[in-house]
């Protein structure tokens, strides 16, 4: 990077940080520091609740998403206004009524103590692992592209953000992610302009989708049907997205505290659900624009030359084992395909829309010595990643944005992973404290004595995430990462809640025993079988209830 890039990159973190201590700074309790003192308006609730899900993750996986495998990962979220309506009826008006700390207090009151803490359990761990991937995953691309030490990039990425998040709780949080996502934003439609102003002559937006359509990439909708029937191993399709979106939707909104205290801070229940309304309005179209991105990235490529690999490490290291006169001979060719690529546009035989095949079958070459360079990798047991979707977006940026929005870029990395941690660091926090300190260590504990111990499980979860951030490594595309993380423990939470609100003749006895077998249930799934992770969450949610129904009899308890 450039001085100028530098210069940008460290003023927008530090105004950032200093505007999240300075919000924070009259936070001297614990509702302050886990609700905000319930003062925020409904468009700081929606941008806080926008902020917690979109990680750095979703801006660098996203658009690498979209470049693989079309638009057709937008379809995830076609569940969420439909869950966002149950949202508003149930959960929110329950939630502010009991004027409670984190959700699973809730399920003390409905249910027992162990059936609380059980669901407790399952949020630390599933969001303790996700952080650790919020903070690795920024951290190992920029640690390759910028050639930084990936331990070190790990304790900034994770360091900085565990300052003003232990200082100022909630209140900091939510401000620092409305800055961050007006930062954010503001890069990403900077790049998407210049993107489209760096296409070939006489290529517009317009056209531009249009080429990406022709390559299969503009696929919004699929049905997930073959000529066999429904395929249960497809990922994404309409189907998976409504049901298994709207399952997954409901129960990280309703169930997972990290999203679950950002309404809470809100002033009223109508701020709650109005934040939480417009978050179900904004957030498909917000993806869909990231996909974007990533599709005219594709056609950018498919008309210039496009890098090997777009994780150059990968490259540098195999050079330096007995592969390299393979990869240099993968270079050549790789060069020769971008000549014929030049050769077709210079001599204009190359109608962008209408005579497209050659510049199909150029590609499939270019993905054919992508495909040989990713077994060489494997070969050769370096430890780079194999899949390399996670550095599309970022490699176009270091290549071909012009200084100043480059550092501006990088800085969107970290202010979308700050936003997503420090949320995350606070709700691991109130669930620590609320859920097991005063239950099971010490219930009589001061105002002081619990604003102290809130900052400490702040800071000692944020040294948890940084320590798995460094062992964590081959995950594949981190947005389907995090997500299948999630899955693993969204379904079973969220049938607990189903119960608990629905079903009032079922007691905690029973839902506690299904919640285990529920998780067994999901995990052997997970492990062996290969259906598309978003049925997890259904597959969760419904075996608890199933096994809650079958088991009341059973165990006999008072209600």
Same mark, same amino acid.
């Given at each position: 990077?450039?001085?100028?890039?530098?210069?940008?990159?460290?003023?927008?973190?530090?105004?950032?940080?200093?505007?999240?201590?300075?919000?924070?700074?009259?936070?001297?309790?614990?509702?302050?520091?886990?609700?905000?003192?319930?003062?925020?308006? *409904?468009?700081?609730?929606?941008?806080?609740?926008?902020?917690?899900?979109?990680?750095?993750?979703?801006?660098?996986?996203?658009?690498?998403?979209?470049?693989?495998?079309?638009?057709?990962?937008?379809?995830?979220?076609?569940?969420?206004?439909?869950?966002?309506?149950?949202?508003?009826?149930?959960?929110?008006?329950?939630?502010?009524?009991?004027?409670?700390?984190?959700?699973?207090? %809730?399920?003390?009151?409905?249910?027992?103590?162990?059936?609380?803490?059980?669901?407790?359990?399952?949020?630390?761990?599933?969001?303790?692992?996700?952080? #650790?991937?919020?903070?690795?995953?920024?951290?190992?691309?920029?640690?390759?592209?910028?050639?930084?030490?990936?331990?070190?990039?790990?304790?900034?990425?994770?360091?900085?953000?565990?300052?003003?998040?232990?200082?100022?709780?909630?209140?900091?949080?939510?401000?620092?992610?409305?800055?961050?996502?007006?930062?954010?934003?503001?890069?990403?439609?900077? +790049?998407?302009?210049?993107?489209?102003?760096?296409?070939?002559? #006489?290529?517009?937006?317009?056209?531009?989708?249009?080429?990406?359509?022709?390559?299969?990439?503009?696929?919004?909708?699929?049905?997930?049907?073959?000529?066999?029937? %429904?395929? *249960?191993?497809?990922?994404?399709?309409?189907?998976?997205?409504?049901?298994?979106?709207?399952?997954?939707?409901?129960?990280? %909104?309703?169930?997972?505290?990290?999203?679950?205290?950002?309404?809470?801070? @809100?002033?009223?229940?109508?701020?709650?659900?109005?934040?939480?309304?417009?978050?179900?309005?904004?957030?498909?179209?917000?993806?869909?624009?990231?996909?974007?991105?990533?599709?005219?990235?594709?056609?950018?490529?498919?008309?210039?030359?496009?890098?090997?690999?777009?994780?150059?490490? +990968?490259?540098?290291?195999?050079?330096?084992?007995?592969?390299?006169?393979?990869?240099?001979?993968?270079?050549?060719?790789?060069?020769?395909?971008?000549?014929?690529?030049?050769?077709?546009?210079?001599?204009?035989?190359?109608?962008?829309?209408?005579?497209?095949?050659?510049?199909?079958?150029?590609?499939?070459?270019?993905?054919?010595?992508?495909?040989?360079?990713?077994?060489?990798?494997?070969?050769?047991?370096?430890?780079?990643?194999?899949?390399?979707?996670?550095?599309?977006?970022?490699?176009?940026?270091?290549?071909?944005?012009?200084? #100043?929005?480059?550092?501006?870029?990088?800085?969107?990395?970290?202010?979308?992973?700050?936003?997503?941690? @420090? @949320?995350?660091?606070?709700?691991?926090?109130?669930?620590?404290?609320?859920?097991?300190?005063?239950?099971?260590?010490?219930?009589?504990?001061?105002?002081?004595?619990?604003?102290? /111990?809130?900052?400490?499980?702040?800071?000692? *979860?944020?040294?948890?995430?940084?320590?798995?951030?460094?062992?964590?490594?081959?995950?594949?595309?981190?947005?389907? +990462?995090?997500?299948?993380?999630?899955?693993? %423990?969204? #379904?079973?939470?969220?049938?607990?809640?189903?119960?608990?609100?629905?079903?009032?003749?079922?007691?905690?006895?029973?839902?506690?025993? @299904?919640?285990?077998?529920?998780?067994?249930?999901? /995990?052997?799934?997970? +492990?062996?079988?290969?259906?598309? *992770?978003?049925?997890?969450?259904?597959?969760?949610?419904?075996?608890?209830?199933?096994?809650?129904?079958?088991?009341?009899?059973?165990?006999?308890?008072?209600?």
């Amino acid at each position: 990077m450039s001085v100028i890039d530098w210069l940008v990159l460290l003023l927008t973190m530090t105004v950032v940080v200093l505007y999240g201590v300075y919000k924070g700074r009259a936070t001297k309790d614990i509702d302050g520091y886990f609700r905000s003192s319930r003062q925020l308006p *409904w468009y700081m609730v929606m941008l806080s609740v926008i902020g917690t899900q979109a990680s750095a993750v979703t801006f660098l996986s996203g658009p690498g998403q979209a470049y693989t495998d079309g638009m057709r990962f937008v379809q995830y979220y076609f569940g969420l206004p439909l869950a966002t309506i149950i949202l508003c009826i149930t959960f929110v008006p329950i939630f502010h009524k009991l004027n409670i700390y984190t959700a699973y207090e %809730f399920l003390e009151k409905r249910f027992d103590k162990k059936t609380r803490t059980f669901t407790s359990f399952l949020f630390l761990l599933s969001r303790a692992l996700s952080t #650790g991937i919020s903070v690795y995953a920024p951290a190992i691309i920029l640690s390759s592209v910028l050639d930084w030490n990936i331990y070190l990039t790990n304790v900034i990425m994770g360091g900085i953000v565990i300052i003003y998040s232990v200082s100022g709780g909630a209140r900091a949080v939510a401000y620092t992610q409305q800055l961050q996502l007006i930062i954010i934003f503001a890069g990403l439609f900077l +790049a998407a302009y210049l993107l489209i102003q760096m296409m070939p002559e #006489g290529m517009g937006l317009t056209e531009a989708l249009q080429v990406g359509d022709r390559f299969g990439k503009m696929n919004v909708i699929t049905t997930g049907f073959t000529e066999s029937g %429904f395929n *249960w191993n497809d990922r994404f399709n309409i189907i998976s997205g409504i049901i298994g979106g709207f399952f997954l939707s409901l129960s990280y %909104f309703g169930t997972d505290q990290s999203q679950v205290g950002r309404y809470l801070t @809100a002033s009223s229940i109508k701020q709650s659900r109005l934040g939480l309304i417009m978050n179900g309005i904004i957030k498909i179209p917000m993806q869909f624009f990231i996909l974007l991105v990533g599709v005219l990235v594709f056609v950018y490529y498919s008309y210039n030359t496009s890098p090997l690999y777009f994780n150059d490490l +990968a490259i540098t290291k195999l050079k330096k084992t007995a592969y390299k006169e393979q990869i240099i001979s993968l270079e050549q060719s790789h060069n020769a395909i971008s000549e014929e690529k030049k050769k077709l546009i210079e001599n204009g035989r190359l109608n962008h829309i209408d005579n497209i095949e050659a510049l199909k079958e150029l590609n499939q070459k270019e993905e054919g010595l992508r495909d040989h360079l990713k077994k060489l990798i494997k070969e050769s047991g370096i430890l780079v990643e194999t899949n390399d979707t996670n550095y599309v977006f970022i490699r176009f940026v270091m290549d071909h944005m012009p200084h #100043g929005l480059i550092g501006l870029l990088i800085a969107v990395i970290f202010l979308a992973a700050w936003g997503s941690i @420090a @949320a995350a660091l606070n709700a691991l926090s109130s669930a620590t404290l609320i859920d097991f300190h005063k239950p099971y260590i010490k219930s009589d504990t001061t105002e002081d004595e619990e604003f102290k /111990l809130s900052r400490m499980y702040t800071l000692f *979860w944020g040294v948890f995430c940084i320590v798995f951030a460094q062992f964590a490594t081959n995950l594949g595309s981190l947005i389907e +990462a995090v997500n299948i993380l999630g899955s693993w %423990f969204y #379904g079973v939470m969220l049938g607990i809640f189903l119960v608990a609100f629905y079903l009032k003749k079922l007691g905690g006895n029973a839902v506690f025993y @299904a919640a285990i077998l529920g998780e067994i249930c999901v /995990l052997s799934m997970y +492990a062996f079988s290969n259906i598309g *992770w978003l049925w997890l969450n259904v597959i969760g949610a419904l075996a608890v209830i199933f096994f809650s129904v079958l088991l009341q009899p059973l165990v006999r308890e008072k209600l």
